[in-house]
C-alpha cells in the first residue's frame, strides 16, 4: 500500500510521541510501543526522543513503510 510521506510527517509532528506515524505507515508493533510507553511521563520524553529520530527521517527520505518501501511526498 503506497503511503504519503507528507501525512507521515504531519502524523508525526502533532502525535509523533504517541507513535500514530508509524501505525499509519504499517510499523504496527512498534507504533504501538510507543503509544504504550508514551501513556507515562518518562515513557513520553523516550518517545518523543524516538519521535524526533523519525521526524528527521522523514524529512531526510531515509523512513520506510512496513514493508520497507521509500514513500512519496
Do not use: C, P, Q
Not at 15 to 24: E, K, N, P, S
Not at 29 to 36: E, I, K, P, R, T
Amino acid at each position: 500500500m503506497n503511503k504519503k510521506r507528507a501525512i507521515a510527517f504531519v502524523l508525526s509532528t502533532f502525535f509523533g510521541a504517541f507513535g500514530i506515524h508509524r501505525i499509519y505507515v504499517g510499523k504496527t508493533g512498534s507504533g504501538v510501543a510507543m503509544l504504550l510507553i508514551g501513556l507515562t511521563f518518562v515513557g513520553l520524553i523516550v518517545t518523543s526522543i524516538w519521535n524526533l529520530v523519525d521526524w528527521i527521517m522523514l524529512i531526510t527520505g531515509d523512513f520506510t513503510d512496513g514493508e520497507g518501501n521509500k514513500m512519496d511526498w
